[in-house]
């Protein structure tokens, strides 16, 4: 069932954070691609420190910004856990020098700071061996010859394997769901590696349903999601129902230096209002340095979004969709009773 808060939310920041954060590399798609070798990116744990994240900085921040919501990876394709989980040890706890649950530091603070929590999680792990045990259902394991991360790459399947993963995924769930107080939205990635059948989809929803009732779901979860997420384009017409379009504040997800090609305060916002006017919401993605501080630049629009938020807050909140684009091309926004109609160009 869809919830009230998620309909009324504008504007949600989204949030990776990680050990790619050390070595100006992508988010495991470094390693799974060949740009560096496994090895060479998990070696990145041991720079790792979090020396000076600050949980409730961050909270501020977006809190400034006009957030209603807030995600973190909690665990991206690489494994490697954000929270102190008993089922790997594959965290940042027990392999980098931050040693620290930042999980339990980020709910605690986003909640305090009157925002709904969400955390990402990532279905695959590649680092996983229990992950590459079956190929994706009714395809030709030829097709998966060099897919050494994630099937098992011209070798026999291990269905039993693959009932084990699944378990584990259950208990790093369980440990989400209960261990950090009420978790508001869960926003899950790497369906499209298996079916529905494969996952287990509709059991997992009810599993995770069993924990929280009112927990809202992206559409990520091969059809059982429970809201659109478009990624880097805005779509031409808004997509049925609830939706949010997630994007990159650069062109990168998580932090990596070398990556200077920032959009400006000004595209930010526009992009904002476009969502906005199409009936949806904007997640901002941050990438945190490996410290966990924000470059000033990341700083800045968010800053420069929230005094636009504040500005126009009549415009912004308790609005619903407006007309669409051939209807009504012009920069202006109308109202109407109680809810106010939005069209709004920057």
Known sequence: MMQEWFKKAKLGIFIHYGIYAVGDVSES????????????????????????????????????????????TSKHHDGVALFDTQYSD????????????????????VREAGMRVGLYFSLIDWSDPRYRSVYPEGSDPKNHLK????????????????????????????????????????????????????????????????????????????GYGDYETPEQGIPLYGPEGEWEFCTTINNSWGYRPSDNDYKTSR??????CDCITLGGRLLLD??????????????????????????????????????????????????SGQKDHLSLCV
């Open 90 to 109: 594959l965290s940042v706890v027990k392999k980098t020098p931050a040693g620290r649950d930042l999980i339990k530091e980020y709910t605690a603070a």
């Open 286 to 335: 941050v990438g945190p340095k490996e410290d966990g501080t924000l470059d000033e630049r990341q700083v800045k629009v968010l800053e420069d979004l929230g005094t636009f938020i504040r500005d126009n807050e009549e415009a912004v909140f308790n609005t619903e969709k407006g007309l669409s684009y051939n209807q009504y091309l012009g920069g202006q926004h109308s109202f």
């Open 147 to 222: 897919d050494v991360f994630a099937t098992p790459a011209g070798g026999p399947e291990d269905p039993k394997k693959w009932q084990e993963f699944l378990e584990f995924n259950n208990n790093q769930m369980r440990e989400l769901m209960t261990n950090y107080g009420t978790i508001d939205l869960l926003w899950f990635d790497g369906d499209w590696e298996r079916s529905a059948n494969q996952w287990k989809a509709k059991e997992f929803k009810e599993y995770l349903r069993s924990m929280n009732p009112d927990v809202l779901v992206n559409s990520r979860l091969q």
């Open 267 to 272: 595209q930010v916002i526009r992009m904002f």
């Open 29 to 72: 798609w470094s390693f799974h691609n060949g740009a560096i070798s496994y090895e060479d990116y998990m070696k990145q744990c041991e720079g790792f420190t979090a020396s000076k994240f600050d949980a409730k900085a961050w909270a501020e921040l977006f809190k400034r910004a006009g957030a209603q919501y807030v995600v973190l």
